[in-house]
């Protein structure tokens, strides 16, 4: 009795440390929309690799499904989200007194748009790794169980999320049934999720990080009039000045702080993946970018009406550029013919329907060490406050999974659409007759889905990071004779990056479709110099890992080797290790097995991976040597046997197998204990189990069957008295 109670409180002290770590979260279940399970803060300090400490600004993060504060065995992801360079130098012109930017080394800037804002050095930009929390001190130090991977920069607005560490996960609420919060140039836009057992998502339901991602351009209320008589002028690749464009779209570089260090908030060119803003007048914006490959030109996908897009000087009919989709045409006045007269003309009126709408947000170089939001679309440009807004990108759905992932649900991190013209969808009136003149703004490109899964995904899960579409321009009038226009739509946005370990999964990385105009005096064109945003890229490989150790059970004074089983592959550099305590300590032990040394007391040891998110206990239970109690039978008289078997024989001892041997050594098994017949000394062995065995010798006494002699005599005669005798030396009975 002693020894069952005793196993059972070790094995409801294993059912609770094994729980402690992966799967300490619980089961949780999204039964409704717009449920948030993180919760964010952000690096106030740079942090170097190999670093077992960061500094943030308050690591309590409570919020999301965490109603305590951060501790010991928690899970974090760290990414950081810009701090590139780019391709800018200032430009002044001394006649107007303004500085602007060019691409590096390229004063006839004008000739050379695409190369503006191109990534030259990546710098620690979307680095990213998953670590778990050793503990917390103060109100801003992290400690982790590994030393970090990369380093990451502060400035480079470094997110830390808290992942919740779920036992299952139900998805059942519907569209956006999990949700990030909305990114703000410091935190959000990431969902991140780990779960021990599986996941299932219900058709109809959804994760999403769709729109969450980098900020579009935001309209600006200065516009400039162009001239139609100067056809071939080129609006300013990146400028300080609203009048001589409009917002560029958020990207890896920055947002409005970074730009505005470089004199480069407005201007048509895109600053890394954001898209460009839209050129005066009333020009549309360009759309967001992700990663992607080939030669950029910032024109993005130009879609049917090759003829038509011929036109153009270059042509670009059937020329595809990776990255975002350009911004249509500068505002025209007159109604011409858009099949044959081509763009940059004084017949059109206006600005001459210049080609000068937001470009493409770069394509960025795909490196599996990096992820990346997608870059917001550029806003339109706007001079009578009814232009569109550049659209989010997508953010990123980061899941790691060591069950299943389930049902028929999606997965989505797409771009959000550009605003388009009248964004409010205000009636025109006798004091505005005419509602929707100004440009739209470009879409915002599809983010990334990451999805780290040790069983393959199934073909009824669909992934989507689909580009956003460009905004429209939507025109509209008091009385039919108001005069018509036509401006610029929205440039579509790329679509994103979906990455996983194995599976099936329905997958969807389209680019946005550009907008269209509804303008009378384009209606064979309704694209007016809008492209789509490029595919983006799918089936990208995620590595993942998992351990597996067995309990086992070994007698008091001996020792044990212990193995770990590593399904998948372990991140490049690390080591499996061995420990004495689930979180901190020195490593006692690399490799795949260890072996102890000899044990009288239970224990439990933890092996785990550096760099890794978790350590799994394996328990080694000790129990003292058995208890082997022997008592000889009786001895019998030959042909008699004695049974070994007998409870009495081993009355007392503690419960187990007993086996039967007749040497001491237990190499050879005696033959039907349970009937001995010859006189010697055998062995008895118990096993408790673990390999823990105790063996006594016991006695068998066969005495044999007694010899009478004796000897006839007489006869005799009645009367007489005869000795009788028994000459055998037996002791006998008369």
């Known amino acids: 009795m002693k020894n069952k109670i005793f196993l059972t409180l070790m094995l409801f002290g294993f059912y609770f440390l094994s729980f402690s770590q992966r799967g300490k979260d619980g089961s949780y279940t999204a039964a409704t929309q717009n449920n948030v399970v993180n919760t964010y803060t952000y690096l106030t300090a ?67 748009i695409e190369k503006w804002g191109a990534v030259t050095n990546y710098n620690n930009a979307g680095k990213f790794e998953q670590v778990e929390v050793q503990g917390v001190s103060g109100g801003n130090t992290i400690s982790l169980q590994c030393g970090l991977k990369n380093n990451y920069t502060a400035s480079g607005h470094v997110q830390i999320v808290r992942v919740p560490r779920f036992t299952d996960l139900t998805v059942s609420g519907g569209v956006n049934s999990i949700i990030p919060v909305t990114w703000n140039g410091q935190v959000g836009g990431v969902v991140a999720i780990e779960v021990e057992n599986d996941i299932t998502i219900n058709s109809g339901s959804s994760i999403s990080a769709s729109g969450y991602g980098f900020r579009g351009g935001q309209l600006d209320p200065n516009g400039n009039y162009g001239d139609p ?29 970074e730009y505005d260090a470089i004199y480069s908030r407005y201007g048509i060119s895109g600053a890394a993946n954001g898209g460009g803003g839209a050129g005066y007048t009333n020009c549309g914006g360009g759309g967001g970018s992700n ?31 990776p990255g975002g989709g350009r911004g249509g045409y500068a505002i025209s006045d007159n109604d011409m013919n858009e099949l044959t007269l081509g763009p940059r003309q004084t017949a059109w009126g206006g600005d001459a329907r210049k080609t000068n709408g937001g470009r493409g947000g770069h394509p960025l170089t795909y490196d599996p060490s990096r992820i990346f939001f997608g870059g917001g679309g550029g806003s339109g440009d706007q001079d009578t406050d009814e232009g569109g ?132 005096h384009v209606s064979n064109f309704p694209p007016n110099g809008a492209t789509a945003g490029a595919t983006g890229t799918s089936s990208l490989s995620t590595p993942v890992y998992d351990l597996t150790v067995t309990d086992t059970t ?27 305590q689930q979180f901190g300590g020195a490593s006692i032990a690399t490799g795949t097995s260890f072996t102890t040394p000899s044990l009288t007391s239970t224990i439990t040891y933890y092996v785990g991976v550096c760099p890794g998110t978790f350590r799994i206990p394996i328990t080694v239970t000790v129990v003292p040597s058995p208890n082997l109690v022997i008592t000889n039978p009786s001895a019998v008289c030959s042909p008699g046997t004695v049974d070994l078997t007998a409870p009495a024989v081993t009355a007392g001892s ?74 055998g030396g037996q002791a006998v009975s008369w």
């Open 46 to 112: 740079d942090a170097s690799a190999g670093a077992t400490t960061i500094t943030v600004n308050n690591n309590s993060m409570t919020g999301g499904v965490f109603g305590t504060p951060l501790a010991a065995g928690d899970l974090l992801l760290i990414i950081q989200m810009q701090g590139v360079d780019i391709s800018v130098e200032t430009y002044t012109v001394t006649s107007w007194g303004g500085t602007y930017t060019i691409p590096t080394g390229y004063t006839d800037w004008w000739n050379h």
């Open 229 to 257: 008589n100067q056809p071939n002028n080129v609006t300013y690749l990146g400028t300080y000045d609203p009048q001589e464009g409009s917002e560029k779209g958020e990207g890896i570089y920055g947002y409005h702080a």
């Open 291 to 321: 990663i992607g490959t080939g030669t950029y030109t910032g024109n993005g996908v130009p879609q049917g009406y090759v003829s038509v897009w011929n036109l153009e000087n270059p042509p670009i009919g059937g020329v595809s550029s």
């Open 389 to 520: 807004a550049g659209g989010r990108g997508g953010g990123l759905v980061y899941i790691t999974c060591y069950g299943n992932i389930l049902g028929s649900g999606k997965i989505e991190v797409n771009g959000a659409a550009g605003q388009n013209s009248n964004p409010t969808n205000g009636a025109p009136s006798f004091s505005k007759p005419r509602r929707g003149v100004d440009g739209a703004g470009g879409g915002g490109a599809g983010g990334w889905i990451r999805i780290e899964n040790i069983n393959p995904l199934p073909s009824t899960i669909t992934l989507e990071a689909k580009g956003g579409k460009g905004g429209d321009q939507q025109l509209s009038y008091l009385s039919p004779f108001a005069p018509d226009e036509a401006s610029g739509p929205g440039g579509g946005g790329t679509g994103g990056a979906i990455a996983f370990t194995s599976g099936s999964p329905i997958q969807d990385v389209s680019g946005g479709m550009n907008g269209v105009t509804n303008s009378s």
């Open 554 to 580: 070994i007698c008091s004074g001996n020792s044990v080797t212990l193995s770990v089983t590593v399904t998948g592959t372990l991140p490049a550099g690390s080591s499996v290790n061995w420990y004495t």
């Open 654 to 727: 503690d419960a187990g197998t007993l086996t039967y041997w007749t040497d001491a050594t237990a190499t050879t098994p005696l033959a039907n204990p349970n009937a001995v017949s010859t006189s010697g000394t055998y062995y008895i062995q118990l096993d408790i189990g673990g390999g823990c065995t105790s063996i006594q010798p016991v006695t068998v006494t066969i005495n044999p069957q007694p010899t009478v002699v004796a000897t006839n005599n007489g006869p005799i005669c009645s009367g007489q008295t005869l000795t009788l005798n028994e000459t």
